[in-house]
């Protein structure tokens, strides 16, 4: 297991370097170049060789790129146009991201899952019609068209959640990791755990209904797939208890694509927050990128699709580590 693990984050370091390739390429080939985000629309030819010499763009590329992965490899990612640190912001905002990614997650494996498998054992019943119609549905339906929709419904008409921020106004928290959930729990501040949640639900449910779509459908077919595999009917010929038959030979194999699309999902929702954000305003990283793509701040985007990339790379490792425990065979390969 420990040489799979190794042999695992050996082969990420290439694909981190093709990474900083791509985005020291973008920056580069950004229209007037990067020189262009720093200045006004009626900077002078001078003003802009004074921002191309300051920021080494006359020097030879291959020594561009050096100095950007020294900048990298120290986790400096530049200044936003506010002259704040874009490491310091992205500190800042990305534990709000990362649990609201995580809950919309958690709403979607937990519930997608099971459907799924219910839907495939009782293939053409009502439920099988609602799990297939309801997914579809997810699928169609634009997270921000939900997202006002449930704020508009639960919020605002009928006031049962809060319509938006992380935290009841005043309310005193003990910050630890910026994670509030966690942090309340581990100082013991459950009522601020209590709060946080609540404040999780609506923005949760609406980022999670493509992930649970797209779980439900697969369990669904994958479970399909595998009730008429010979193993199946192997072990039902033998006896074996019904229970025994549903989750160690059923589900435990059903779920090998199931969770290769779950660590696919979850790396598209740090990425897809934007919007959800947006509308419960949130304070996250993806209010971040868009306030950053309105004004071109083209190192704080960077600076995000590189954390983003790096999250994305980490969620599929551990994909891959689940590999493992549903399937022996992948260590040997």
Known sequence: MLRYIVKRLLQLIP????????????????????????????????????????????????????????????????????????????????????????????????????????????????????????????????????????????????????????????????????????????????????DALTHLILPGLALSSIPLAVITRMTRASVLETLGEDFVRTAESKGLKAHVIQTRHVLRNAMLPVVTATGLLTGALLAGAVLTESVFNFGGLGSFVYNATQTRDYEAIMGSILLIAVVFVIVNLLVDLCYTLLDPRVRVQ
């Open 15 to 194: 694909t981190l370097f093709g990474l900083s390739v791509l985005l020291f390429a973008w920056v580069r080939a950004l229209p007037g170049g990067p020189e262009n985000a720093l200045l006004p629309d009626n900077a002078t030819a001078a003003d802009r060789e004074a921002a191309r010499e300051a920021l080494g763009l006359n020097e030879p590329i291959w020594l561009q790129y050096g100095l950007f992965m020294q900048r990298l490899l120290q986790f400096d990612l530049g200044t936003t146009l506010q002259g704040r640190q874009v490491s310091t912001e992205i500190a800042e905002r990305f534990p709000a991201t990362f649990e609201l990614a995580m809950m919309a997650m958690i709403i979607a494996f937990f519930v997608g899952v099971p459907l799924g498998y219910l839907a495939a054992r009782k293939r053409g019943g009502i439920l099988d019609f609602g799990a297939v119609a309801g997914s579809l549905v997810g699928i169609c339906t634009p997270v921000f068209f939900l997202a006002f929709m449930l704020k508009e419904v639960f919020a605002v008409q009928l006031g049962w959640l809060p319509a938006g921020s992380r935290l009841t106004t005043g309310l005193s928290y003990t910050n630890i990791t910026g994670l509030r959930v966690f942090d309340s729990i581990i100082t013991g501040e459950f009522h601020v755990t209590g």
